[in-house]
Protein backbone atom coordinates (compact mmCIF):
# COMPACT_ATOMS: atom_id res chain seq x y z
CA UNK A 1 0.00 0.00 0.00
CA UNK A 2 1.66 2.85 -1.27
CA UNK A 3 0.42 6.67 -0.05
CA UNK A 4 1.16 9.49 -2.59
CA UNK A 5 1.70 13.62 -1.57
CA UNK A 6 2.31 15.57 -4.39
CA UNK A 7 4.62 18.05 -2.49
CA UNK A 8 4.83 20.73 -6.22
CA UNK A 9 2.49 20.38 -9.52
CA UNK A 10 4.10 23.25 -11.28
CA UNK A 11 6.52 23.20 -14.49
CA UNK A 12 9.45 25.34 -14.60
CA UNK A 13 8.31 28.04 -11.70
CA UNK A 14 6.46 28.07 -8.62
CA UNK A 15 3.19 29.89 -8.67
CA UNK A 16 0.82 30.71 -5.82
CA UNK A 17 -0.69 27.79 -5.33
CA UNK A 18 2.09 25.16 -7.14
CA UNK A 19 5.50 24.46 -6.27
CA UNK A 20 8.05 23.06 -8.28
CA UNK A 21 7.91 19.26 -8.84
CA UNK A 22 8.20 16.64 -5.55
CA UNK A 23 5.98 14.05 -4.94
CA UNK A 24 6.38 11.90 -1.44
CA UNK A 25 5.90 7.99 -0.90
CA UNK A 26 4.61 7.00 1.89
CA UNK A 27 5.32 2.69 2.07
CA UNK A 28 2.78 1.41 4.38
CA UNK A 29 2.07 -2.20 5.97
CA UNK A 30 -1.61 -2.54 6.77
CA UNK A 31 -1.00 -5.70 8.15
CA UNK A 32 1.32 -4.06 10.73
CA UNK A 33 -1.52 -1.96 13.08
CA UNK A 34 -1.63 1.68 15.04
CA UNK A 35 2.02 2.78 16.08
CA UNK A 36 3.33 -0.49 14.58
CA UNK A 37 2.56 0.91 10.98
CA UNK A 38 5.37 -0.45 8.60
CA UNK A 39 7.17 -0.81 11.90
CA UNK A 40 10.97 -2.96 11.26
CA UNK A 41 11.89 -3.82 15.14
CA UNK A 42 15.36 -4.27 14.39
CA UNK A 43 17.00 -1.39 12.61
CA UNK A 44 14.09 1.19 14.25
CA UNK A 45 13.03 -0.22 18.28
CA UNK A 46 11.41 2.49 19.80
CA UNK A 47 9.09 4.79 17.00
CA UNK A 48 6.39 4.86 14.64
CA UNK A 49 7.55 3.80 11.52
CA UNK A 50 6.33 5.08 8.18
CA UNK A 51 9.29 4.83 5.54
CA UNK A 52 9.30 6.89 2.55
CA UNK A 53 10.73 7.78 -0.73
CA UNK A 54 11.15 11.40 -2.07
CA UNK A 55 10.67 11.59 -5.79
CA UNK A 56 12.40 14.63 -7.24
CA UNK A 57 13.15 17.47 -5.27
CA UNK A 58 12.07 21.20 -6.69
CA UNK A 59 13.17 24.33 -5.02
CA UNK A 60 10.93 25.08 -1.61
CA UNK A 61 10.63 21.46 -1.18
CA UNK A 62 11.19 21.38 2.66
CA UNK A 63 8.99 24.24 3.21
CA UNK A 64 6.02 22.00 1.80
CA UNK A 65 6.69 19.19 3.99
CA UNK A 66 6.62 21.63 6.72
CA UNK A 67 3.08 21.63 6.07
CA UNK A 68 2.71 17.37 6.48
CA UNK A 69 3.14 14.73 8.89
CA UNK A 70 5.79 13.57 6.66
CA UNK A 71 9.15 13.33 8.92
CA UNK A 72 12.46 13.70 7.60
CA UNK A 73 14.08 10.88 9.89
CA UNK A 74 11.60 8.31 8.08
CA UNK A 75 12.96 9.05 4.34
CA UNK A 76 14.43 6.54 2.97
CA UNK A 77 15.20 7.49 -0.53
CA UNK A 78 15.68 10.66 -2.39
CA UNK A 79 15.21 9.82 -6.55
CA UNK A 80 16.43 12.28 -9.15
CA UNK A 81 14.44 12.23 -12.69
CA UNK A 82 16.86 14.95 -14.24
CA UNK A 83 19.05 17.65 -13.69
CA UNK A 84 16.62 20.62 -14.23
CA UNK A 85 16.59 22.54 -11.79
CA UNK A 86 12.61 22.69 -10.90
CA UNK A 87 13.12 18.66 -9.98
CA UNK A 88 16.39 19.53 -7.82
CA UNK A 89 17.07 23.05 -6.88
CA UNK A 90 15.32 22.21 -3.16
CA UNK A 91 18.10 19.36 -2.36
CA UNK A 92 20.88 21.03 -0.95
CA UNK A 93 18.80 22.95 1.33
CA UNK A 94 16.43 19.92 2.12
CA UNK A 95 20.05 18.07 2.78
CA UNK A 96 21.12 20.27 5.27
CA UNK A 97 18.43 20.81 7.29
CA UNK A 98 18.41 17.47 7.87
CA UNK A 99 21.44 17.56 8.57
CA UNK A 100 20.48 20.51 11.20
CA UNK A 101 18.26 18.34 12.40
CA UNK A 102 20.03 15.49 13.73
CA UNK A 103 19.26 13.19 10.99
CA UNK A 104 21.63 10.29 11.49
CA UNK A 105 20.19 7.22 9.71
CA UNK A 106 21.59 6.61 6.10
CA UNK A 107 20.05 8.02 3.12
CA UNK A 108 19.85 6.51 -0.62
CA UNK A 109 20.03 8.84 -3.37
CA UNK A 110 19.31 8.00 -6.78
CA UNK A 111 20.17 9.92 -9.37
CA UNK A 112 22.52 11.39 -12.31
CA UNK A 113 25.90 11.47 -11.65
CA UNK A 114 25.94 15.63 -12.72
CA UNK A 115 23.99 15.68 -9.44
CA UNK A 116 26.97 13.91 -7.12
CA UNK A 117 29.00 16.93 -9.21
CA UNK A 118 26.77 19.91 -7.55
CA UNK A 119 26.75 18.53 -4.20
CA UNK A 120 30.34 18.13 -4.12
CA UNK A 121 30.60 21.75 -5.36
CA UNK A 122 27.97 22.87 -2.55
CA UNK A 123 29.76 20.35 -0.20
CA UNK A 124 33.02 22.43 -0.83
CA UNK A 125 31.50 25.91 -1.16
CA UNK A 126 29.22 26.66 1.67
CA UNK A 127 30.33 24.15 4.66
CA UNK A 128 27.73 22.05 4.26
CA UNK A 129 28.43 18.62 6.42
CA UNK A 130 26.38 15.80 6.48
CA UNK A 131 26.28 13.48 9.73
CA UNK A 132 24.50 10.87 8.07
CA UNK A 133 25.60 8.19 5.37
CA UNK A 134 24.30 8.98 1.98
CA UNK A 135 24.80 5.74 -0.27
CA UNK A 136 24.67 7.78 -4.07
CA UNK A 137 23.65 5.17 -6.90
CA UNK A 138 24.52 6.91 -10.28
CA UNK A 139 21.40 6.29 -12.67
CA UNK A 140 23.76 6.11 -15.89
CA UNK A 141 25.74 3.18 -13.45
CA UNK A 142 22.73 1.15 -13.15
CA UNK A 143 21.21 1.66 -16.43
CA UNK A 144 24.11 0.51 -17.98
CA UNK A 145 25.56 -2.39 -15.66
CA UNK A 146 22.08 -4.34 -15.32
CA UNK A 147 20.79 -4.02 -18.17
CA UNK A 148 17.99 -6.64 -17.53
CA UNK A 149 16.78 -5.56 -14.03
CA UNK A 150 17.41 -1.79 -13.76
CA UNK A 151 16.58 -2.50 -10.31
CA UNK A 152 17.54 -1.06 -6.68
CA UNK A 153 16.47 -2.90 -3.89
CA UNK A 154 15.57 -1.45 -0.42
CA UNK A 155 14.28 -3.56 2.41
CA UNK A 156 12.31 -1.91 4.99
CA UNK A 157 11.80 -5.25 7.18
CA UNK A 158 12.05 -8.80 6.28
CA UNK A 159 8.47 -8.92 5.12
CA UNK A 160 8.42 -5.19 2.97
CA UNK A 161 10.73 -4.23 0.33
CA UNK A 162 10.61 -1.89 -2.18
CA UNK A 163 12.33 -2.44 -5.65
CA UNK A 164 13.18 0.71 -7.49
CA UNK A 165 13.57 -0.17 -11.38
CA UNK A 166 14.35 3.01 -13.82
CA UNK A 167 13.48 3.97 -17.70
CA UNK A 168 15.48 6.34 -19.39
CA UNK A 169 12.52 9.01 -21.38
CA UNK A 170 12.64 11.48 -23.72
CA UNK A 171 13.50 15.32 -22.60
CA UNK A 172 16.22 17.93 -23.77
CA UNK A 173 18.47 16.01 -20.97
CA UNK A 174 18.71 12.44 -19.79
CA UNK A 175 15.56 12.30 -17.87
CA UNK A 176 14.18 8.93 -16.07
CA UNK A 177 10.98 7.11 -15.12
CA UNK A 178 10.93 5.24 -11.25
CA UNK A 179 9.28 2.16 -11.19
CA UNK A 180 8.00 1.63 -7.58
CA UNK A 181 6.99 -1.89 -6.47
CA UNK A 182 6.31 -2.38 -3.15
CA UNK A 183 6.27 -6.32 -2.24
CA UNK A 184 4.59 -7.34 1.53
CA UNK A 185 4.57 -10.60 2.73
CA UNK A 186 2.34 -12.00 4.91
CA UNK A 187 0.49 -15.18 7.01
CA UNK A 188 -2.23 -15.55 7.66
CA UNK A 189 -4.05 -18.61 9.66
CA UNK A 190 -7.22 -20.33 8.73
CA UNK A 191 -8.87 -20.21 12.18
CA UNK A 192 -12.79 -20.58 11.06
CA UNK A 193 -10.76 -24.26 9.85
CA UNK A 194 -9.66 -24.56 13.45
CA UNK A 195 -12.92 -23.59 14.92
CA UNK A 196 -14.66 -26.55 12.76
CA UNK A 197 -12.37 -29.04 13.78
CA UNK A 198 -13.24 -28.62 17.36
CA UNK A 199 -9.31 -26.49 18.07
CA UNK A 200 -10.08 -23.42 20.47
CA UNK A 201 -7.68 -20.22 20.00
CA UNK A 202 -4.54 -21.15 22.43
CA UNK A 203 -1.31 -21.39 22.00
CA UNK A 204 -1.16 -23.67 19.74
CA UNK A 205 -2.60 -20.75 17.15
CA UNK A 206 0.46 -18.68 17.71
CA UNK A 207 2.94 -21.89 16.88
CA UNK A 208 0.93 -23.19 13.43
CA UNK A 209 0.60 -19.20 12.24
CA UNK A 210 4.98 -19.70 13.10
CA UNK A 211 4.64 -22.41 10.87
CA UNK A 212 5.42 -24.99 13.49
CA UNK A 213 3.60 -28.31 13.46
CA UNK A 214 1.54 -29.79 16.81
CA UNK A 215 -0.20 -31.39 18.38
CA UNK A 216 -3.09 -30.92 20.47
CA UNK A 217 -4.07 -32.08 24.24
CA UNK A 218 -6.18 -35.05 22.55
CA UNK A 219 -3.11 -36.28 20.90
CA UNK A 220 -3.85 -35.00 17.31
CA UNK A 221 -1.12 -33.51 14.82
CA UNK A 222 -1.66 -31.10 12.91
CA UNK A 223 0.46 -30.01 10.55
CA UNK A 224 0.94 -25.99 9.86
CA UNK A 225 0.60 -26.14 6.40
CA UNK A 226 -2.73 -26.91 6.66
CA UNK A 227 -3.72 -23.98 8.42
CA UNK A 228 -2.01 -21.29 6.98
CA UNK A 229 -1.93 -19.21 3.78
CA UNK A 230 1.13 -16.96 2.68
CA UNK A 231 -0.36 -13.73 0.95
CA UNK A 232 1.75 -11.54 -1.24
CA UNK A 233 0.46 -8.15 -1.41
CA UNK A 234 1.95 -5.85 -4.61
CA UNK A 235 1.72 -2.57 -5.63
CA UNK A 236 3.54 -0.62 -8.42
CA UNK A 237 3.57 2.81 -9.28
CA UNK A 238 5.38 4.14 -12.03
CA UNK A 239 6.52 8.01 -11.59
CA UNK A 240 8.04 9.67 -14.43
CA UNK A 241 9.87 12.52 -15.41
CA UNK A 242 9.59 15.30 -17.88
CA UNK A 243 9.09 12.83 -21.26
CA UNK A 244 7.78 14.02 -24.82
CA UNK A 245 7.20 10.76 -25.56
CA UNK A 246 4.82 8.79 -23.31
CA UNK A 247 5.74 5.36 -25.43
CA UNK A 248 9.03 5.44 -23.33
CA UNK A 249 7.00 4.03 -20.79
CA UNK A 250 5.64 0.62 -22.84
CA UNK A 251 7.30 -2.22 -20.79
CA UNK A 252 8.09 -0.18 -17.43
CA UNK A 253 3.98 -0.03 -17.47
CA UNK A 254 3.38 -3.91 -17.73
CA UNK A 255 1.35 -4.50 -14.07
CA UNK A 256 1.00 -1.25 -13.23
CA UNK A 257 -1.51 -0.24 -10.96
CA UNK A 258 -0.86 3.70 -11.00
CA UNK A 259 1.13 6.01 -13.66
CA UNK A 260 2.00 9.84 -12.41
CA UNK A 261 3.01 11.67 -15.88
CA UNK A 262 3.70 14.90 -16.90
CA UNK A 263 1.14 16.94 -18.91
CA UNK A 264 2.48 20.34 -19.11
CA UNK A 265 -0.12 21.77 -21.27
CA UNK A 266 -3.01 20.86 -23.71
CA UNK A 267 -1.92 19.89 -27.08
CA UNK A 268 -3.30 23.22 -28.74
CA UNK A 269 -0.09 25.07 -26.74
CA UNK A 270 2.06 21.91 -27.42
CA UNK A 271 2.23 22.78 -30.91
CA UNK A 272 1.41 26.42 -30.75
CA UNK A 273 4.81 26.48 -28.89
CA UNK A 274 6.62 24.32 -31.31
CA UNK A 275 5.21 25.97 -34.30
CA UNK A 276 6.67 29.36 -32.98
CA UNK A 277 10.08 28.28 -32.35
CA UNK A 278 11.09 25.45 -34.48
CA UNK A 279 14.78 25.99 -32.95
CA UNK A 280 13.76 25.01 -29.26
CA UNK A 281 11.21 22.57 -28.52
CA UNK A 282 10.89 21.98 -24.71
CA UNK A 283 10.46 18.52 -25.14
CA UNK A 284 7.06 18.45 -22.84
CA UNK A 285 4.18 16.14 -23.23
CA UNK A 286 0.79 17.40 -23.75
CA UNK A 287 -2.39 15.73 -21.86
CA UNK A 288 -3.66 14.23 -24.94
CA UNK A 289 -0.35 12.81 -25.71
CA UNK A 290 -0.19 10.94 -23.05
CA UNK A 291 -3.74 10.02 -22.29
CA UNK A 292 -3.38 8.71 -26.22
CA UNK A 293 -0.86 6.78 -25.14
CA UNK A 294 -1.91 5.54 -21.56
CA UNK A 295 -5.63 4.45 -22.65
CA UNK A 296 -3.64 2.13 -25.22
CA UNK A 297 -1.18 0.72 -22.63
CA UNK A 298 -3.76 -1.39 -19.98
CA UNK A 299 -2.96 1.60 -17.16
CA UNK A 300 -6.61 2.52 -15.76
CA UNK A 301 -5.31 4.62 -13.12
CA UNK A 302 -3.66 8.14 -14.20
CA UNK A 303 -2.57 11.15 -12.60
CA UNK A 304 -1.10 14.11 -14.27
CA UNK A 305 0.75 16.84 -12.88
CA UNK A 306 3.76 19.60 -14.19
CA UNK A 307 1.44 21.98 -15.07
CA UNK A 308 2.54 24.88 -16.73
CA UNK A 309 2.08 27.76 -14.48
CA UNK A 310 0.20 29.77 -17.56
CA UNK A 311 -2.44 27.53 -16.34
CA UNK A 312 -4.91 28.75 -13.51
CA UNK A 313 -6.37 27.08 -10.26
CA UNK A 314 -9.69 27.67 -11.49
CA UNK A 315 -12.28 25.14 -13.62
CA UNK A 316 -13.56 26.97 -16.92
CA UNK A 317 -14.29 25.72 -20.24
CA UNK A 318 -15.80 28.47 -21.36
CA UNK A 319 -13.03 30.56 -19.83
CA UNK A 320 -10.31 32.02 -22.24
CA UNK A 321 -8.01 32.14 -19.71
CA UNK A 322 -5.64 28.79 -19.58
CA UNK A 323 -7.10 26.71 -16.90
CA UNK A 324 -7.29 23.55 -15.49
CA UNK A 325 -10.60 22.53 -17.19
CA UNK A 326 -8.65 22.68 -20.21
CA UNK A 327 -6.36 20.44 -19.53
CA UNK A 328 -9.16 17.98 -18.10
CA UNK A 329 -10.86 18.27 -21.52
CA UNK A 330 -7.96 17.68 -23.39
CA UNK A 331 -7.12 14.72 -21.25
CA UNK A 332 -10.81 13.31 -21.48
CA UNK A 333 -10.80 13.35 -25.53
CA UNK A 334 -9.40 9.72 -25.09
CA UNK A 335 -8.44 8.16 -21.68
CA UNK A 336 -11.68 6.57 -20.26
CA UNK A 337 -10.05 5.40 -17.12
CA UNK A 338 -9.41 7.40 -13.83
CA UNK A 339 -7.77 10.68 -14.45
CA UNK A 340 -6.83 12.89 -11.28
CA UNK A 341 -5.33 16.09 -11.95
CA UNK A 342 -2.62 16.44 -9.02
CA UNK A 343 -2.57 19.63 -6.84
CA UNK A 344 -0.26 20.29 -4.55
CA UNK A 345 -0.59 18.10 -1.16
CA UNK A 346 -3.00 16.12 -2.54
CA UNK A 347 -2.84 12.72 -1.09
CA UNK A 348 -4.11 9.41 -2.79
CA UNK A 349 -3.71 5.58 -2.08
CA UNK A 350 -2.66 2.60 -3.91
CA UNK A 351 -3.28 -0.72 -3.36
CA UNK A 352 -2.09 -3.11 -4.97
CA UNK A 353 -3.29 -6.74 -5.69
CA UNK A 354 -2.95 -9.78 -3.35
CA UNK A 355 -1.82 -13.10 -4.29
CA UNK A 356 -2.81 -16.02 -1.62
CA UNK A 357 -0.93 -19.02 -1.57
CA UNK A 358 -2.71 -21.57 0.16
CA UNK A 359 -0.44 -24.65 1.10
CA UNK A 360 -3.44 -26.72 1.00
CA UNK A 361 -5.26 -25.35 -2.74
CA UNK A 362 -1.51 -23.97 -4.07
CA UNK A 363 -1.36 -20.22 -5.36
CA UNK A 364 -4.57 -18.53 -5.79
CA UNK A 365 -3.78 -15.33 -8.25
CA UNK A 366 -6.55 -12.57 -7.32
CA UNK A 367 -7.89 -10.87 -4.84
CA UNK A 368 -8.38 -8.16 -7.20
CA UNK A 369 -9.39 -4.93 -5.83
CA UNK A 370 -11.89 -2.59 -7.94
CA UNK A 371 -10.46 0.38 -6.78
CA UNK A 372 -6.76 0.28 -6.63
CA UNK A 373 -6.44 4.36 -6.53
CA UNK A 374 -8.12 6.59 -4.02
CA UNK A 375 -8.01 10.64 -3.60
CA UNK A 376 -8.04 10.54 0.17
CA UNK A 377 -8.09 14.58 0.63
CA UNK A 378 -5.41 17.40 1.60
CA UNK A 379 -2.24 16.97 3.30
CA UNK A 380 -1.93 20.73 4.10
CA UNK A 381 -2.23 21.42 7.88
CA UNK A 382 -0.69 25.29 8.57
ZN1 LIG B 1 10.23 20.11 -15.32
ZN1 LIG C 1 12.92 19.12 -17.54
Redesign the pocket.
Known sequence: MLKLTFLGTS??VPTKQRN??ALAIECLNPYLSGSNQGNDKQNNPNKKSRPWLLIDCGEGTQQQLLHTKLSMRQLVAICIT?V?G??CYGLPGLLASAAMSGRREPLTLVAPKAIATLLEAITATTELHLPFALNFVAIEEVLSEQRDTNKVNIRLSDQHQLNIDITLLSHRVASHAFGITQTIQHRTLDTDKLLKQGIPASALWGKLQQGHDVITEDGQQLCAADYVNDDLSRTRVVVA??NDTPACLTTALVDTDLLVH?A?YTHEVLTKIQGKNPEFDPM?SSAQLVTDFVEKSGVNNLILT?FSARYQGFNNPNSKTPNMAHIRLDAETVFKGNLWLAADFDQYMVDGAVDSVSNQEGRQKGCQKENRVQYIGSARSY
Do not use: I, P, S, Y
Open positions: AGVTHHDHGDETHH
